[in-house]
């Protein structure tokens, strides 16, 4: 590589992990927070675990998390990790870096005269969460979740929904009158020590930040080896266009709340659905979330994350050509 290209995939890897760091802070200190507050997670448990309403749930829980999909993660991690249902827990994951606060409104600011956008943006991204929801959730928890998460989910979910030998913990071949009866009854987790809590929540920042880096290196890496220019050459096309789009959005992997304005600069040049395409794929799956992704999900559901979300973004892309064109 020559130093010209070395020197701008290292301005790219210093843009892209300044933009991503503080919402990731921002979402590791919610979840640590959040652990610190409420130990046992018991309402989270209560959210509802209905195919549809899971996932709109925890959509809705977008808005109250200021944070791209970087800061996500940490949070979607807290959620599954203190048994919240996988419908909720994925809504979650991929809506909310497209419905919170800040995201709505750098979408308004940059297309203030594109009121369809502004509406199709939330819109498609509710859609894309209910479908991969309804997918992930159709894997048994052991193929979908890490080991790691998985094990810890699985201490404080009920004996009714877990086996004994599945968490690992009780003692087997009790009375099942008794172990029903130790399901039914309320359980209260004592609060951890406030330093135990730091100490737990720094050492997944500095796990998620690694991974992070990790990430930015190849995007910014990737990005300078495929030129922009080449991607929006064929930005009138209608299908080449979403697909032209969608690869960008996976090679520059900038977060949610900025990509908005990154788009305004090539809205001119490309189709509507594109466009929109664009503004979708990139909060669901990119290079850099591939790294975060590994805390959370395995090999296997990852792949049909990205598979998944690249097909219905380009069914939404090419509905809105359609529609607009």
């Known amino acids: ?171 087997i071949g009790a009375d099942p009158l008794a172990a029903q009866a130790l399901a039914a009854a309320p359980r209260r987790t004592p609060r951890a020590p406030l330093a135990e809590i730091l100490g737990h929540g720094s050492r997944e920042f500095i796990e998620l930040a690694a991974l992070l880096v990790f990430g930015c290196v190849i995007a910014a890496l990737v990005q300078t080896l495929v030129p922009r220019p080449w991607l929006l050459a064929v930005g009138g096309a209608p299908t080449l266009s979403i697909l032209a789009l969608m690869l960008l959005s996976l090679v520059v992997s900038v977060c949610s709340s900025v990509d908005a304005f990154l788009a305004l600069g090539f809205a001119a040049q490309v189709t509507p659905g594109a466009l929109l395409a664009f503004l979708l794929l990139g909060p669901v799956i990119d290079i850099k979330l591939v790294g975060l992704f590994g805390v959370l999900l395995r090999p296997r559901a990852i792949l049909l994350t990205a598979v998944s979300a690249v097909l219905v973004v380009l069914l939404i892309g090419q509905w809105v050509n359609l529609w607009l064109l």
Not at 140 to 158: G, S
Request: glycine share 6%.
């Open 1 to 171: 590589m020559s130093p010209e290209r070395l020197a701008t995939a290292w301005a790219l890897f210093q843009a892209l992990l300044i933009e991503a760091m503080p919402f990731l802070l921002i979402g590791v200190t919610i979840s640590t927070l959040a652990r610190w507050l409420s130990p046992g997670g018991q309402w989270v448990r209560r959210l509802p675990a209905h195919p549809l309403l899971g996932p709109l749930t925890g959509a809705a829980l977008g808005f109250a998390l200021p944070a791209c999909e970087c800061g996500n993660v940490p949070v979607a991690r807290q959620l599954l990790a203190t048994g919240a249902p996988l419908a909720t827990a994925l809504g979650f994951l991929f809506a909310a870096p497209v419905l919170n606060p800040i995201v709505v409104a750098s979408t308004w600011a940059a297309f203030p005269n594109q009121p369809w956008l502004l509406v199709a943006r939330p819109v498609g991204a509710v859609l894309i969460a209910l479908v991969l929801a309804t997918l992930l959730a159709r894997l048994p928890e052991a193929a979908l979740l890490q080991p790691a998460l998985l094990e810890e989910r699985q201490l404080v979910l009920p004996l009714s929904q877990v086996s004994l030998l599945e968490r690992r913990s009780g003692v």
